[in-house]
C-alpha cells in the first residue's frame, strides 16, 4: 500500500514523520510530497518549501499533487496530508483541506485522511516523556526539573498534550507554542547552564524514533485516530 504524505511544517517533521510511520506501520509505504525534496544550491530557498501550514500548505499541496498525479498515475492508495494544528479546531481544519482536494477530480477514487498533531510534534514526544526525554543523554539527569517547570511555569498537562495552549486569532496560532516552551524549559535551573537547550530540528526527529504510539495514543485523541485509521489501512492488505 502506498501512501503519499503531504506533510506541513519544518524540518523537524520532515526528518522525523516519515521514519516514525515507517516503525510503526510497516504494511505501508510512505512516500514524501511536501515539503518537495530539494536540490542543494544557491538557487534553492528554503522558504519555497518549509514552515508552510494553514492555507499555505493547502496551496502546496494542490500543487504538488496535481504534479504526482500526472507523473504518477495509478500508484497512490492513500494521500495522507499532515500539519500541526496549532490551536485550531480540527474538524474545519480537516473540512477545509477535504474540500480543497475535491476540486482535483484525478483523486476522487483515492482514500484520502487528514491528521493532525496537536498543538504540535512535540506533544507526542511529551505523551511519552519516560522513553523520549527522560532516556535521552542530552536531557538526562535534569529531565524531572524541565517537567517540573513546564508542569509549573507553563501548566502543560502531561496526561493531555494536546490541550495545551489557547487559539491567537490575530496569529492564526497557538499563543503560546509548546515547541517554545519545551526550548525554554532545557534554559532554566542551575541543571540546565552548562547543558545544550532543546533542539527542534536536531531532537524532535530522534526522540520521535524512540516514543511508544501505545502510550501517545492513550494520552492524544487526535493522534489516536490517525494511529487506528493508518493501522487498519495498512493491515488491510
Not at 1 to 29: D, R, S, T, Y
Not at 94 to 108: D, G, N, T, V, Y
Request: aromatic content about 10%; overall charge neutral.
Amino acid at each position: 500500500m502506498v501512501v503519499w504524505v503531504f506533510a506541513g511544517g519544518g524540518e523537524a517533521e520532515v526528518a522525523g514523520l516519515i521514519p516514525f510511520l515507517e516503525k510503526i506501520f510497516p504494511g505501508c509505504i510512505f512516500t514524501r510530497k511536501t515539503p518537495p525534496i530539494q536540490k542543494p544550491g544557491p538557487k534553492y530557498n528554503k522558504a519555497i518549501g518549509y514552515g508552510r501550514t494553514g492555507k499555505s500548505l493547502i496551496e502546496q499541496i494542490k500543487e504538488e499533487l496535481r504534479i504526482a498525479l500526472r507523473n504518477e498515475p495509478n500508484i497512490c492508495n492513500l494521500i495522507l496530508v499532515f500539519d500541526d494544528l496549532d490551536c485550531r479546531d480540527p474538524v474545519k481544519q480537516r473540512q477545509k483541506i477535504l474540500q480543497e482536494l475535491s476540486q482535483i477530480p484525478e483523486c476522487a477514487e483515492i482514500d484520502k485522511f487528514v491528521g493532525f498533531a496537536a498543538p504540535e510534534l512535540e506533544a507526542w514526544i511529551i505523551a511519552d516523556w519516560n522513553n523520549s526525554l527522560a532516556k535521552n543523554s542530552a536531557f538526562r539527569g535534569r529531565h524531572q526539573h524541565m517537567r517540573w517547570w513546564l508542569s509549573t511555569q507553563k501548566h502543560l498537562p502531561f496526561d493531555d498534550p494536546e490541550s495545551f495552549s489557547e487559539y491567537d486569532e490575530e496569529r492564526d496560532c497557538c499563543r503560546v507554542k509548546l515547541s517554545d516552551a519545551l526550548i525554554e524549559s532545557t534554559e532554566k535551573g542551575e541543571t540546565n547552564c552548562d547543558k545544550p537547550r532543546f533542539n527542534k530540528r536536531l531532537h524532535t526527529p530522534l526522540l520521535l524514533r524512540e516514543i511508544n504510539p501505545n502510550e501517545v495514543q492513550r494520552k492524544c485523541p487526535l493522534f489516536r485516530e490517525m494511529y487506528n485509521y493508518l493501522n487498519d489501512f495498512c493491515s488491510s492488505l
